[in-house]
């Protein structure tokens, strides 16, 4: 079954970088292709250890993309930038459909 959810308006630009048009927002957002990567993670439940081990990196350095992200969706925590790019509406989605 295909979920429908906001962050499928995500696409990877000739410059290996993630455009991500956010509803009501004039500009799109940028992430590199490591900070797509970690936040994707994170949506699905990966705590900042976890990653770090995944991607063999630094706790610091996943730490510092998290930073990054954030700064560039204008969120404070991680569960705001899941919200702002509808990964939790598209697990709601999908936890109402598997039942």
């Known amino acids: ?5 906001d ?4 696409s990877l ?3 290996s970088k993630f455009k991500i048009v956010i509803p009501g927002r004039e500009n799109p957002i940028f992430l590199t292709q490591r900070e ?3 936040v994707t993670l994170m949506m ?4 900042a250890k976890q990653i770090a081990w995944k991607l063999e990196i630094s706790l610091h350095t ?4 998290m930073a ?8 404070t925590t991680n569960f705001e930038v899941g ?6 509406k598209f697990y709601q989605e999908h936890a109402n459909s598997s039942g």
Do not use: P
């Open 1 to 5: 079954m295909q979920y429908k959810h």
């Open 7 to 10: 962050f499928n308006k995500v």
């Open 13 to 15: 630009e000739a410059d």
């Open 36 to 38: 797509a990567m970690i």
């Open 44 to 47: 699905i439940g990966h705590r």
């Open 62 to 65: 996943v730490n510092s993309h």
């Open 68 to 75: 990054n992200i954030k700064q560039k969706l204008h969120c």
């Open 83 to 88: 919200y702002r790019l509808g990964w939790f």
